[in-house]
Each structure stands twice: as C-alpha cells, then as structure tokens.
C-alpha cells in the first residue's frame, strides 16, 4: 500500500493562520534586519545650535561655576555596519563551515575539479520515461542532481508522466535501473492508486519481456517484481494549501536524511525522485502579494536545488499553463511567470499536435532544443510507434 502523510494544518479563510505558519517556519533573518537603531527624540534643549550660541553658553557655564562642561557628554552611540550577508563574524563562521567541508574527499558540498564532474555525470544513471524517443531528447532520461520542470496543458499527460518516473525509478539494479524509491507530492488530488497499480504492472511487463529469465537467477527477483512492492516504496504527500506545501519541502531534508542508503555513502538517499504536482496549484488560488509569492517561491526553488545535488536525487517540478499578452494575442506559457523558469535546470513543454501528444525541450545547460512524440497507453508513457492501445486523458 501506499505510504500516506497528511499535514494537518488549520487555516482559516483570510489566511491568518497561514501568515503566522510562514512566519514561524521562515528561516532566519540576517542581522541587519533584526536590528533596530532607535530614533533619538531629543528635546529642543539638546539639538545642535550654532557655534556662537553654544560659545556663549560655555562662557555661561564657566561663569556660573558649574562642574560639567558640553565637552564631558556622552558620545552618540556608534552604528552598527553590516555587509551584504550579515556581519563579519558570521561570514568567517560561514566561510570556516564551507573549507572545513571542502577538506573532506567524498562530501559532496566541498570544491571539485571539472574531470572528477565530468566522470561522475557520465557515470550516473537516468530514470527512463517509458519513451525512448522522449529518453533521446532528455539525454537518457531524467537526470539526477538536477531540478527538472515539466509543463503543459490539462490532459496531455503531466500526472501520468509524473505517476511513470515514480515507478521507473524503481526499476531494480540489475534490470538497469536505480533501486530506488519516490516521493510524491500531490497538492491537485489527481494521484490515483489504481491508476499507478496499472503503471505499475506494466512496467513489470517490460521488464520481464526484456530479461525473460533474469528475474529466476536472482533471490530477490520474484519479491522486487511485484506491483505491491512498487506501490509500498512511494511516499505521497497529499497537501491542501500552501503552508502545507512550505512545510512538506521544509520536512524533505529531514525526512530523507532518515531514509539514506547507508551501503552507498552517507548523503545519499534511498529516495531518488522527488515530484511535486504541482508546485503552482495553490500559490495561484491562495497568494494575492505576487511580490511576496516570488521571494517565497524563489525560497523552495533553491531548497529543492540543494536537496537534489546534496542526496544524489531528481526533482521533478509539473507546472500548469497560463495565459500571457505578447506581440497583439494571447499566448500559452508555463505559470509563474519569467521569474520561475530560473528556478530549474531543464524545462519540457508538453503540447499537442493534433492527436498526438510531443514534449519539447525548452530549456537544458547541455543539451539542444528538441522535440518528440510520445503516447499514454494503459500501460503508461510508451513510444507512439508501440502497439499498446492509448488513452485519452481528461
């Protein structure tokens, strides 16, 4: 069965509990917008006065015998300086932490060398889509350590797509996959279990059609072949606003720090796919301060980035279409705006073309813009040239 985590968050309909959520859950603010200089209300006796005024009242003073003189007055308090990125200390305590990690040989926040990047890239493994041709334009598939966004309109396949990665990626060693598990956050409600039973199935299907007798030589290969043990290995998240979607990818770090693969190396995860559909469904009902909805979005994407390069994983982001005014008409683009498509490393546009249905790769650091069809049959994402019977999604 699938392995459900509900957050059960109170959130009243003007959204205050929602602000107190943000706010407690935010991370912390650099000094220098914790620190207030307090403004001096100085009487009119104490302002400044012109130089033959305060002679004169000097004279005045010394006359009268007084003991203290303008001179023995305590100095203005000093401002405090900060830097972009806080105070001198914090910085060296910052920098200490970076070339402290950076001595370590296998942490995989400390420098390395462009041919020890190369050859760790060429040797990662890619989670298959289920299409070859889409495989080809993607480099192999999706890849790890990477923030992948997958958008399109409703219908072409977005959920089905997301539903196959998160049972490709279990696909077993041996059977040239990663072994491992997925985590899935649905903030739509479209994550059916009956649907990915069948995905499921199919993709055993393949497997076996592939490698008719390797599954026999293995031990574990009968257990590991079986749609309940695919099922069992997805932990979905169902979110019902916002704060509850903040609050999921703030658990992420710990939740897949307690999920590590201990035989591999320490930081990296049994999870090996993280996917959220989608990650713009309620800053979109919920939000009205766009200004503040980018910072905060702005916020998870760089979380999202640290989370799949520190534990080894993908993160797959499905984004829904708006409509945008450009050169005299309406166009359809990705949600979110220009600001977002910043936020990922690869961006694929999923469209039709009339009854087909192709992905296009808008955006990659080393690949070219390309296009290929593809098909969602009852076994899932396939080739448009296999013989399975498609499937119209509503």
């Known amino acids: 069965m699938v392995v459900m985590v509900l957050f059960a968050i109170s959130a009243g309909p003007t959204g205050s509990s929602d602000l107190i959520f943000l ?3 935010a991370p912390a603010l650099p000094p220098r917008l914790l620190i207030r200089r307090p403004v001096s209300r100085r009487s009119s006796a104490d302002r400044p006065r012109p130089a033959s005024h305060r002679s004169s009242s000097a004279g005045s003073a010394r006359s009268s015998g007084s003991c203290c003189s303008s001179s023995s007055a305590p100095p203005p308090p000093r401002r405090r300086r900060f830097l972009a990125g806080g105070s001198d200390a914090g910085r060296a305590v910052a920098t200490r932490r970076v070339l402290d990690m950076g001595a370590g040989e296998n942490n995989p926040l400390g420098a390395q060398n462009a041919w020890d990047m190369l050859s760790e890239e060429q040797s990662q493994k890619h989670i298959t889509t289920g299409s070859g041709d889409l495989n080809g334009i993607l480099g192999g598939g999706i890849h790890c350590k990477e923030v992948t966004e997958i958008g399109g309109v409703p219908g072409v396949g977005k959920t089905q797509l997301g539903i196959q990665l998160a049972i490709n990626v279990q696909i077993p060693v041996e059977y040239g996959g990663l072994g491992g598990k997925a985590v899935y956050i649905d903030t739509e409600g479209s994550f059916m ?32 072949l079986q749609p309940e043990h695919f099922l069992a290995d997805i932990y979905y998240f169902r979110i019902c606003s916002y704060a509850e979607q903040i609050a999921a990818i703030n658990y992420l770090e710990k939740f897949l720090g307690e999920h590590k693969d201990v035989e591999l190396c320490i930081y990296t995860s049994q999870v090996r796919i993280v996917i959220i559909d989608s990650v713009t469904f309620h800053f979109r009902q919920d939000f009205d301060d766009l200004a503040l909805r980018t910072r905060v979005l702005s916020e998870l994407s760089l979380k999202l980035m640290k989370i799949a390069k520190a534990y080894n994983l993908a993160v797959v982001l499905l984004n829904q279409v708006t409509t945008k005014f450009t050169e005299g008409s309406f166009q359809l683009t990705l949600a979110l705006g220009d600001s977002w498509s910043h936020s990922c490393t690869n961006r694929v546009i999923l469209y039709w073309n009339g009854t087909e249905r192709y992905a296009y790769l808008d955006k990659s650091p080393s690949l070219p813009v390309a296009s290929a069809p593809y098909a969602v049959t009852g076994k899932g994402v396939r080739d448009v040239s296999s013989n399975h019977k498609r499937v119209r999604v509503t």
């Not at 649907?195 to 590991?224: M, T, W």
């Open 23 to 25: 706010l407690r859950t």
């Open 193 to 224: 279990v009956e649907r990915v039973y069948q995905i499921a199935e199919g993709c055993i299907s393949d497997i076996l059609e592939h490698f008719p007798h390797s599954h026999e030589k293995s031990s574990s290969g009968n257990k590991q």
